[in-house]
């Protein structure tokens, strides 16, 4: 093995336990500042089915705004489960797939809802970038969001 090979194996080693960790945070929804910290500053996030983006880290914080305590888990304790995860560490790249569990938001219950996550990393294995498909049920959670097939939007 030369240098190079060990190097970039340990490279993407690092890349798969950063997104285990994330995963593993995401799902204990106990630690937002832990969270956040898996985010690159210039995040950009776009959750197509709600049509709503974000262009920093700042509002990512305020989008997902854990300490708002609006959101109870009742199913289990992890706000979700993996179907599957696949990642590609030469485009350092994931995508995460699965079922938000049932849930309450402001004393109303939701879910369970499949979702699809596709993650792109920076070179400092932090999320670049985000794109979420969340089947939302009830549909009008999604009405008045922007049509995210317009990249002016």
Same mark, same amino acid.
């Given at each position: 093995m030369t240098d190079n090979t060990r190097a970039s194996a340990r490279e993407s080693s690092a890349l798969?336990?950063?997104?285990? %960790?994330?995963?593993a945070t995401y799902q204990a929804r106990q630690d937002f500042a832990l969270f956040?910290?898996?985010?690159?500053?210039?995040?950009?996030?776009?959750?197509?089915?709600?049509?709503?983006?974000?262009? %920093?880290?700042?509002?990512?914080?305020?989008?997902?705004?854990?300490?708002?305590?609006?959101?109870k888990i009742l199913d289990g304790k992890q706000t979700y489960t993996l179907s599957e995860v696949?990642? %590609?560490?030469?485009?350092?790249r994931a995508v995460i797939r699965g079922t938000y569990v049932r849930f309450e938001y402001e004393g109303r219950e939701m879910g369970p809802w499949r979702f699809t996550t596709v993650l792109h990393f920076n070179p400092d294995n932090k999320i670049a970038y985000q794109q979420d498909w969340i089947n939302y049920r009830p549909r009008s959670l999604t009405d008045g969001g922007s049509n995210l097939n317009y990249p002016a939007n």
């Open positions: 798969r336990q950063v997104l285990n %960790d994330y995963i956040l910290s898996f985010y690159a500053d210039d995040v950009q996030l776009e959750d197509m089915i709600y049509g709503f983006a974000v262009k %920093d880290k700042q509002a990512l914080a305020e989008f997902f705004n854990w300490s708002a305590g609006n959101v696949i990642l %590609d560490e030469q485009q350092r």
